[in-house]
């Protein structure tokens, strides 16, 4: 089941009579997609061709339910084209790569998702011969969530779509609380176990900690990530002023394989991945 939308376009002349109104569906019927982009460019090019010198007034658009009903509107023709393409596309995301024990959904301050994807990247980390004391994968970065029971590549994929890596860098104990300060405005991002942030209600970081100990200023701290948020994107610009800085370039280092891995090493040794809100953001 999904949601589609119904888009009105209304072009006007210059005397407010209705020159254009029109009508069109951004779902599948009867095996047409009518998108959303095509209708705009009609609209567009009724008003630049009209004598009238029309414009657009208005674009009105409404929800429309797609579900099971639209199942009896097949259309075999477009089903024989899509087949060896959907067979293809199926047999690379529908393997099963590891079980998940909970639902796992990403929200701010702190979720089991998040929990989990910073601390996958902290697991990983050893392969490169890394030791980073703190995780860090963004909130928006998680793009749907996990269901309780068989992770598939394509959930996976559906989790992290974007050709993000891993990657490692140092700040100095200033420059993490920067960086923790960063989160803090924003309401939360995923961090790893061991990171304890208290932030009020207003978004201010109250408190910060690392492994039960206080952040010293001047100490280095080493820092996994993805390559994305290492550049300082997602107003995490504490990460410029990095230093030690590693990104290994290859497509196996995309997030999505290293996630992967995680469930298949789980599923190697028998157990379903597990992950829950454990204090690591506390919000006063």
């Known amino acids: 089941m999904s949601n589609s939308f119904e888009y009105c376009v209304e072009i006007k002349d210059r005397n407010d009579s209705i020159e254009y109104t029109m009508k069109m569906k951004n779902r599948n019927s009867n095996g047409m997609t009518l998108k959303v982009v095509a209708a705009l460019l009609f609209a567009v090019c009724a008003a630049e061709t009209s004598n009238a010198q029309g414009r657009i007034t208005n674009v ?18 477009a089903d024989s084209f899509i087949a060896p393409y959907r067979q293809k596309v199926d047999s690379m995301m529908s393997p099963v790569v590891g079980h998940i024990a909970v639902n796992a959904k990403g929200y701010r301050p702190e979720s089991p998702l ?12 050893a392969r490169y011969g890394e030791k980073p004391l703190v995780g860090v994968y963004n909130m928006g970065g998680i793009r749907a969530s996990l269901v309780k029971g068989p992770v598939t590549f394509g959930d996976v994929l559906d989790v992290a779509p974007f050709e993000n890596k891993i990657s490692f860098l140092t700040l100095s104990g200033d420059n993490l609380m920067e960086l923790f300060r960063e989160m803090a405005s924003v309401g939360g991002e995923g961090v790893s176990h061991g990171v304890e942030l208290c932030i009020s209600k207003d978004k201010k970081l109250l408190s910060a900690r690392l492994h039960g100990k206080e952040i010293k200023p001047h100490k280095k701290y080493r820092i996994v990530t993805i390559d994305y948020l290492a550049q300082g994107n997602d107003r995490m610009t504490a990460f410029k002023k990095k230093t030690g800085y590693v990104a290994p370039p290859g497509e196996e280092n995309n997030t999505r394989y290293i996630i992967s891995d995680y469930f298949r090493q789980a599923e190697k ?5 597990n992950c829950r809100v454990e204090g690591r953001i506390i919000v006063k």
């Open 60 to 77: 009105v658009r409404t929800r429309i339910l797609v579900d099971s009903v639209y199942d009896t509107m097949r259309d075999t023709e």
């Open 114 to 125: 998040s929990n989990l994807l910073a601390d996958i990247l902290v697991w990983a980390s």
């Open 269 to 273: 040794e028998g157990r379903a991945v």
